[in-house]
């Protein structure tokens, strides 16, 4: 079952996510979008390999390895629990820190944002090459 992919708008309707993945390496782009088309395909199914909890309940890291660990935060919906995924902000695992520092409790309060006005807080996701 395919699922949709939204990513994070700001007050301001800057995509968040997607400014943070044009700062990325084109190496790194290519590997984040393999690892967000695999989630598109498979969802759940990539735990715990690809797909794994963090310190705050209903946040989700995606993991990409290489020279630096990417860690986008996302939540299962959190519209429709059944069918989708929202990226709400571009995160990085250095020595077990978040970078940027306390990165999860930052996506929480962003997918706060998002359940309380779904239509602006976020957008499609659209892929950074």
């Given at each position: 079952?395919?699922?949709?992919?939204?990513?994070?708008?700001?007050?301001?309707?800057?995509?968040?996510?997607?400014?943070?993945?044009?700062?990325l390496e084109k190496l790194q782009r290519a590997k984040l979008n393999e690892r967000i088309d695999k989630l598109a395909i498979y969802g759940d199914v990539l735990y715990p390999e690809m797909?794994?909890?963090?310190?705050?309940?209903?946040?989700?890291?995606?993991?990409?390895?290489?020279?630096?660990?990417?860690?986008?935060?996302?939540?299962?919906?959190?519209?429709?629990?059944?069918?989708?995924?929202?990226?709400?902000?571009?995160?990085?695992?250095?020595?077990?820190?978040?970078?940027?520092?306390?990165?999860?409790?930052?996506?929480?309060?962003?997918?706060?944002?998002?359940?309380?006005?779904?239509?602006?807080?976020?957008?499609?996701?659209?892929?950074?090459?």
């Open positions: 079952m395919p699922f949709l992919i939204y990513n994070y708008v700001n007050q301001h309707g800057q995509n968040e996510f997607n400014e943070w993945t044009w700062g797909l794994a909890g963090t310190s705050v309940a209903g946040i989700q890291k995606l993991k990409v390895k290489g020279n630096v660990q990417l860690r986008p935060l996302l939540c299962k919906g959190p519209v429709n629990i059944q069918d989708e995924y929202t990226l709400l902000m571009g995160a990085k695992e250095v020595g077990s820190k978040w970078v940027p520092k306390g990165a999860p409790s930052t996506a929480a309060t962003k997918k706060a944002d998002v359940i309380k006005a779904p239509t602006k807080r976020r957008t499609k996701h659209e892929r950074v090459l």
